[in-house]
């Protein structure tokens, strides 16, 4: 007889005055699990293996960094921007590279950290040395003062002209208003690993990070078709990591990362 078997028949057993608690107190754990703010899990998809994180940003701040605003030094790693949280009374709940930078290990396109813009958007076009950022549209991922999110090309998030609280470029754009960049081919044999963004909703938003190298067109059709994302951003390839407090590290083996020039974080809340 199996265990599961075994314990229905005991709760069957239990008078109700005594199966009403165990009864809520499931519910009311089932309830925390659905509802956390920041929920990581694991997705297969079309056999690859993804880290998928939605972060509820109604309930908990995400925000953008760069560089220790007492010392100037970049946080350069998820780790030292962690340790820097921990020093300020801030427990870090989760953790992901930003867009795309320059060899300087500044970034290569716009970087609004807290209302204020480090690097303007950049709209050149075609520049070699800029890599994956150069394929077209590329595009934004901003967050506004009212506190909803969303994903726009480049081009759209310009003639918006409206203000913005944090925001970084990448890119190329992976879903467009529904559709895949057409410029992704479905068997290209470019594999790396990739990591990406969606504003689901104005305030659902999901990071996503593959576990092994992949080519563009399956990474965007996790947005699209798994996610439902209908605008998804390319944050950036083989370096690409995102950080889950309680989880760990998923994305890259840690040997391939190299220095961020950009942070997206979510900080519990102090306790007062």
Not at 36 to 61: C, H, L, M, T, Y
Not at 83 to 96: N, T
Not at 106 to 119: D, I, R
Request: charged share 20%; aromatic share 12%; net charge positive.
């Amino acid at each position: 007889m199996s265990a599961s078997t075994n314990r229905r028949r005991f709760l069957r057993r239990l008078p109700w005055h005594l199966l009403a608690p165990l009864v809520l107190l499931g519910s009311v754990a089932g309830c925390a699990r659905q509802t956390q703010a920041v929920d990581g899990s694991e997705r297969v998809f079309e056999g690859q293996n993804f880290r998928v994180v939605s972060i509820d940003i109604k309930r908990e701040s995400l925000s953008l960094h760069w560089k220790d605003p007492e010392s100037g030094e970049p946080y350069a790693n998820i780790n030292t921007l962690r340790q820097w949280g921990m020093s300020h009374g801030r427990r870090m709940l989760f953790a992901a590279n930003a867009g795309i930078y320059d060899r300087q290990f500044a970034p290569l396109g716009l970087y609004v950290e807290n209302g204020k813009t480090a690097v303007p958007l950049n709209l050149a076009h075609g520049n070699p040395s800029s890599g994956n950022f150069s394929l077209l549209p590329n595009g934004v991922f901003a967050i506004y003062p009212d506190g909803h999110a969303a994903v726009r090309t480049s081009a759209d998030f310009k003639a918006d002209g409206k203000p913005v609280r944090w925001a970084s470029q990448s890119g190329p754009m992976l879903v467009i208003d529904g559709k895949l960049n057409y410029q992704f081919i479905d068997d290209s044999s470019s594999l790396k690993w990739r990591s990406g963004v969606c504003a689901k909703t104005p305030h659902n938003v999901i990071f996503a990070v593959s576990e092994a190298p992949v080519n563009f067109h399956t990474f965007a059709r996790l947005f699209k078709d798994e996610l439902g994302c209908r605008d998804a951003l390319y944050l950036d390839g083989t370096i690409s990591q995102v950080y889950v407090d309680g989880e760990g590290y998923a994305g890259a083996p840690t040997f391939m990362v190299k220095p961020y020039a950009g942070i997206f974080a979510v900080f519990a809340q102090p306790t007062l």
